[in-house]
């Protein structure tokens, strides 16, 4: 009983959810540069000692809460904890040790840590004498699946959001677009915008639209810690641009994705959201720099002005840019497509009866 | 307790419903030039001593098959028929006389019959001592929704379906399009196909796809009655194009809709199904001949190509062509879209927080 997943009984796996639902209480997946982490301590008497989640970068790991909260009491208890605890020495003490210190007797955890720097504290608490097991769980994985995605690949993790008619258009043949989608759409856009580090967009559409991209409420008003605003192009963005509103923004001249993911990165910005127009999205799909699209259909035709994605270099059907179907949601009188990039092209080897 | 709907007892309502769900045996709305009716016979014991359905055009009515099964034990029951009976001598005599000459006691219905010719059969068997009750069912009215709607605006009523990707384009840049769609989104438009009595294509979508037009099942082979081929447009249709298969097709070379869609009214066709290309949509868009669409959304992009549909005359946002949702379903990797046309343009009065 020392290594990899083990099977568990129906009470330990029960704990194991209960951290994984106080890590939700966390910042959203992406929006802080550290994952959710929930964490609780349970007695032999099966009572719960104390428990915790980590709020965001810059606050008290979830364990080092839990260990709080039971002072004492920790003392020969199990740690129940959503993501393996860390050994690694940032803002805050390696968590592996704290529980060492705390004299914890068991540690139980779902999620591997998929970092170079703070992976080992399971091995860290083992060597030291701790039963120590691994439980994957589907909803650990899921609750940082794009901050997993971020610091595994080195680069952050890509929504690009589109809001466009029936016939694929983003804009009028006059380049009015206010609104294509309605008000539940739109307040989708907002919660989609405060789970991310930045929001790009091109100098075309920051030059044409005047955005402010921020996260707003109901009532317009700005709400809770804003993304950084990144422009994408060599066009001179006006001082006087919403995008410049403060100092929480950055111009990009490289057309090359990288070039932009690479700074946000290091600024520890682990999801980021493409905005626009078709020309950035188009040569960020071709660089294979997005990783999930966020589609919202409005049920309106055009029959005229820009479509959603420029150029793709596609010239003939079997040469499509196939995504994979991960949602499908109405929103008032819109509908909202969650895709994926395909991992490979499927070719149907079973007869079809033809359309036509 | 002679006019008007009236409140009736859950037992009688319950038969009504189950006339409802014999009328749903005959052909699908609009694949026949008549309603769709069933009808039963119960006698004052509770027991049901006569059913049937219209199972379309040259077939006897519900109201017969159920006197007929009924013989005899007919005299004195209460009849439920799903819609009014006829007051018509078509192929065959009126209902509203074949239940009097049987001696049902009582009549009730769940639709009214919205015709000039066979109206009148509740007025009929009233005269004659019968009790009649007339309670509206929402479920009878849906049963029959686009077979009313043909007869009270003297026009099929028209579904136009139209295949696209989320970019909303219907081929490649060179002109192939197959597929764009699943195969599970491509047997929908087959079972689509078959509630129709005439399927009508662009000449440009005949010479450039030269589609078959016929209703088809899983194996490729045509299935049931087929709908009429109509083709639009002035050019030639070559004697081997696959619309001219065989004599059951016609070119129409008039760009107004209704010139196509008046002979189609005059041959009993109730339900017209639209199939492209985008020049046709946009005219039969614009002409307000479009009831109903019916849009497949593959998760694909491409960049270039046809749209979905053509100019509209749609210079700024505020005109655009504004559908109502009626439906979202996923069919495999696809979404299906059934949309139906605003009645007006909404205005939102309140403020609604902007998207930028």
Redesign the interface.
Known sequence: MTGGPVDLHAADEAWLRRAVDLARQGRPDGADPNPRVGALLVDAGGVVVGEGFHAGAGTPHAEVVALREAGGRAEGTTAYVSLEPCAHTGRTGPCADALLAAGVARVVYAGADPTVEAAGGAERLRAAGVRVQHHPLTAAEELNRRWTAAVTSGRPFVTWKV???????V????G????????QA??D??RLRAEVGAIVVGTGTALA?????TV?????EPVGRQPLRVVVGRREVPAGA?VRADDHWLQVDSPDPFDTLKPLHDKQIRHVLLEGGPTLA?AW?QAGAIDE?R?Y?A??????GP???????????????????AD?A?LG???R?T?RPAPARTN?TT??????
Not at 317 to 325: D, K, P, Q, S
């Open positions: 809001g466009a008619t029936l016939d694929g258009r804009a009028a043949a006059d009015t677009s206010r609104w294509i989608t309605g008000p739109r307040r856009v907002h639209d005047d955005p402010a991209l707003r409420d109901e009532a317009g919403a188009a799909l699209v589609a259909v049920p309106t035709l055009l029959g005229a479509a959603l994605v420029g150029d793709l270099g596609v010239a003939t059907i079997a040469e499509a840019v196939r995504l994979e179907l499908v109405r009188e819109d509908v497509l895709l149907p007869p079809v009866p033809e359309e036509d």
